[in-house]
């Protein structure tokens, strides 16, 4: 059983950065596809960004060039760095795991079997 616990979020302001962690179960990245999701009221859960056994990484285009997914294989634990905050990325963050073939911001939320509980992420203008 895999276990997911987020944390790092909190309220910000447009423009300022703020990191996301995900503390695992030993050998999660070893073995899952691990992705962090977002989702706001009255909107389908969406990927942010995802990253493979194999540390390659993957985007959404919003996250292009201002998220970063890293994972700690050490210490277990699963990052997403979000720089130039705007408050259209205001949600409640998700990290999750999945036994897939394929690792990328194409899975939708079936493809992942584990999940934490969720981080709220307020961005103001």
């Known amino acids: 059983q895999v276990q997911l616990v987020e944390s790092g979020g909190g309220s910000v302001q447009s423009g300022w950065s703020r990191r996301l962690s995900c503390a695992a179960s030993?050998?999660?990245?070893?073995?899952?596809?691990m992705a962090w999701f977002r989702q706001t009221t009255g909107k389908e859960r969406e990927v942010v960004a995802t990253?493979?056994?194999?540390?390659?990484?993957d985007y959404k285009d919003f996250a292009k060039g201002r998220f970063t997914i890293s994972g700690d294989n050490v210490d277990n634990v699963l990052y997403l760095e979000m720089n130039s905050l705007k408050p259209e990325d205001t949600a409640t963050y998700y990290c999750?795991?999945?036994?897939?073939?394929?690792?990328?911001?194409?899975?939708?939320?079936?493809?992942?079997?584990?999940w934490g509980q969720g981080t709220q992420v307020t961005v103001s203008s």
């Open positions: 999750a795991a999945g036994r897939t073939n394929y690792c990328g911001v194409s899975l939708t939320r079936g493809s992942f079997s584990y």
């Open positions: 030993p050998s999660t990245f070893s073995t899952y596809c």
């Open positions: 990253i493979n056994i194999d540390g390659a990484t």
